[in-house]
């Protein structure tokens, strides 16, 4: 079965400084990758995902991940948070018949 | 662009009541899945449905049933809605795997329920 860990519940960050939010997938097979960021009381949004490709994904409002297999993580990141930046993030890892499973979500706070 | 819509925002039920969540998707997908969403617990996956008439249970499942009779419309039905039921409750829908854009899931604005 595959997982995604957030380590991180929460996440806090002063406008312009750099954002690492961290997730850890577990997967039998070669993974599927992906950032979801949910602002307050708006939709799921896809940021980037990772199939396969490049191991360095780059994304919506200028946020990337790296893949990396030996240290099963897909860490995400952006060199300098903005206000807007301030959501909650989830970490997904695609299972059998393409279903997505979740990580807990980490909150990132932005503060000027 | 893609548009998944739920048929309400809020929703307030009594326990025991049978309560329909309905979603309907615009783009002729042929997945789509439905998820409740809790703090602390992230999206969890409680019936999806890779074609009309077919489904398939996730995670959770216990406590609803699902409908496809059309392939826009994906139902999430309650038969006695319980107090632990009180969720926010996502719909999604996406391409099938064979198309270009298999793995992206597009997500309506949720629906949130409160049972009493």
């Known amino acids: 079965a595959q997982s995604v860990t957030q380590l991180d519940s929460h996440v806090s960050v002063s406008e312009g400084t750099p954002v690492l939010l961290r997730c850890n997938y577990s997967s039998s097979y070669s993974p599927s990758l992906f950032w979801y960021v949910q602002h307050p009381n708006k939709g799921l949004q896809l940021l980037l995902k990772?199939?396969?490709?490049?191991?360095l994904v780059k994304g919506i409002n200028g946020f990337e991940a790296e893949f990396k297999k030996s240290e099963t993580s897909f860490h995400l990141t952006k060199p300098s948070a903005h206000m807007s930046d301030a959501a909650e993030y989830f970490c997904?890892?695609?299972?059998?018949?393409?279903?997505?499973?979740f990580g807990k979500g980490t909150m990132l706070l932005v503060s000027p | 662009d893609v548009k998944v819509t739920q048929s309400s925002r809020y929703l307030v039920k009594r326990t025991g009541e049978k309560v329909f969540l309905e979603c309907v998707q615009d783009?002729?997908?042929?997945?789509m899945f439905w998820y409740r969403q809790d703090p602390g617990l992230g999206l969890r996956l409680i019936y999806f449905s890779y074609d009309v008439k077919m489904k398939e249970k996730g995670d959770i499942p216990e406590g609803y049933s699902v409908s496809r009779e059309k392939k826009e419309r994906f139902s999430l039905i309650l038969e006695s809605a319980s107090t632990n039921q009180t969720s926010m409750y996502l719909c999604?829908?996406?391409?099938?795997?064979?198309?270009?854009?298999?793995?992206?899931?597009?997500f309506g604005p949720g629906t949130r329920l409160t049972v009493l």
């Open positions: 990772y199939t396969s490709a490049a191991t």
């Open positions: 783009m002729d997908h042929e997945n």
């Open positions: 997904v890892v695609r299972g059998g018949y393409s279903t997505l499973t």
């Open positions: 999604a829908s996406k391409l099938d795997p064979t198309s270009g854009r298999f793995h992206e899931q597009f």
